[in-house]
């Protein structure tokens, strides 16, 4: 067993990739969070934000299936990026029934604000990490996301 600040984590833990990434997901998103909060916004608020500056427009239902964040969670998060003038719903022109959501220039501006802070937590999170750690563990991570992609 290993002893991490007072408390004792089993080893069958320590060796489960299920725990590894649970405590990383906490580590990273805790600090994460805590960065965008400090500008009134969200990881999820800018997980919406990167996808509609990076594609400059989506439907709410490929953006709900992307970041695999529920339809009714979706639009809570829409509507506080529109509060903001970081994005504006526009209906299709060729399905009057779908809403497309686009970035604004306020909120691409933001966006790269918010990049930097976001990689700056992200960081400070792994700053026990090498940079040849992180390589791998970026790899790893784009090899099971693809792999999960093709599946679907």
Known sequence: MTSTNNS????????????QLERLRRRTRDGVEAALQTKQTTLREYWVLTCLVDADAASQSYLSETLAIDASDMVRLIDALED???AKRER?????RRQIVASTKKGTKAHKDLAVLVA????????????????HLRKLAKSIIAADEEEA
């Open 120 to 135: 700056t937590a992200e960081d400070e999170a792994l700053d026990e990490s090498t940079n040849k750690q992180l390589k």
């Open 92 to 96: 299709d022109p060729k399905d009057r």
């Open 8 to 19: 004792v984590i089993p080893t069958t833990l320590l060796e489960s990739p299920s725990f």
């Open 84 to 86: 903001r003038g970081w």
